[in-house]
């Protein structure tokens, strides 16, 4: 199994976060961190998300994705940049509704050299139940097909 990362950078003003490999739930607790982070820079331009060497992202990333990017929209109303060249990553955020939330192009874009891995966080499990509770609330959020994908997974959530 493929693990992945996560890595990020900041260059005058411009956030970029880099995917890399198979990006699971493991990972979202440092995704959700680094949002705060982003959101409280007084430095802030431009978000870049770079999916073109992920092979697999899950759900809960998603929805961290299109909560970065509603933040993005409703805080200074920039629409994020996503890039990948991967037509099955395309066909998944074009499933999930992303080209609403996000401008998405194929060109690979040149990879800063200051790039840095997420450092990872620990998480009790009712912290991480919460974030992908949330997570999952803002996919639902973003048309029909999710609200009835994750319908019963958030039911279940919110059970517990």
């Known amino acids: ?25 493991t990972l979202c607790s440092a995704l959700d961190a680094t949002i705060e982070h982003i959101f409280s820079s007084l430095n802030f331009s431009s978000i870049v998300i770079d999916l073109t060497e992920t092979q697999s992202i899950d759900s809960t990333t998603l ?21 990948t060249n991967n037509p099955d990553i395309l066909r998944l955020l074009d499933s999930m509704g992303f080209d609403q939330v996000f401008n998405i192009v194929e060109t690979v874009l040149p990879c800063p050299d200051c790039l840095t891995d997420l450092p990872p966080q620990d998480q009790s499990e009712a912290e991480v139940r919460s974030r992908v509770l949330e997570a999952h609330r ?8 999710n609200r009835n994908a994750f319908r019963d997974l958030v039911s279940a959530l919110e059970r517990h």
């Open 138 to 145: 803002v996919l639902m959020g973003l048309n029909e097909s």
């Open 1 to 25: 199994m493929s693990t992945g990362k996560i890595q990020f950078a900041e260059q005058d003003g411009t956030f970029v976060l880099k995917f890399t490999g198979e990006v699971r739930l």
């Open 63 to 83: 929805g961290l994705l299109a909560k970065l990017s509603i933040l993005s929209r409703q805080r200074i109303g920039l629409l994020p940049m996503l890039t």
